[in-house]
């Protein structure tokens, strides 16, 4: 099982950047996805999640509004698409398959400052 995120960067308070998450080793189809952070000294917070067909998603109240989460099955790829984005986003970013058990990825680092 291999959950590999990539996408993250440096970027100024108010851009945009799209996170990747390629699943491999598993039956992604079948799974819900979510995005998690962590910033630098505090705890894994929830940021999205997305069901197994892509019909329900959910966000933290933090994101609401700014990010969206998507997922293309025939790719075994899950999106997070970051705008209007803060200082306080800043973080490593992680995906989770919902699965049992489930799979985390390596994280990819996100830095908003001007």
């Known amino acids: 099982v291999q959950l590999v995120e990539s996408g993250g960067g440096l970027v100024q308070p108010g851009g945009s950047l799209r996170l990747s998450c390629l699943a491999s080793?598993?039956?992604?189809?079948?799974?819900?996805m979510k995005w998690y952070r962590q910033p630098l000294g505090k705890e894994r917070e929830w940021v999205a999640g997305?069901?197994?067909?892509?019909?329900?998603?959910n966000y933290a109240d933090f994101v609401k509004g700014r990010f969206t989460i998507s997922r293309d099955n025939a790719k075994n790829t899950v999106y997070l698409q970051m705008n209007s984005l803060i200082p306080a986003d800043t973080a490593v970013y992680y995906c989770?398959?919902?699965?049992?058990?489930?799979?985390w990825g390596q994280g990819t680092q996100v830095t908003v400052s001007s």
């Open positions: 080793g598993f039956t992604f189809s079948s799974y819900t």
């Open positions: 989770y398959a919902a699965a049992a058990p489930g799979y």
């Open positions: 997305i069901s197994s067909t892509g019909s329900l998603r």
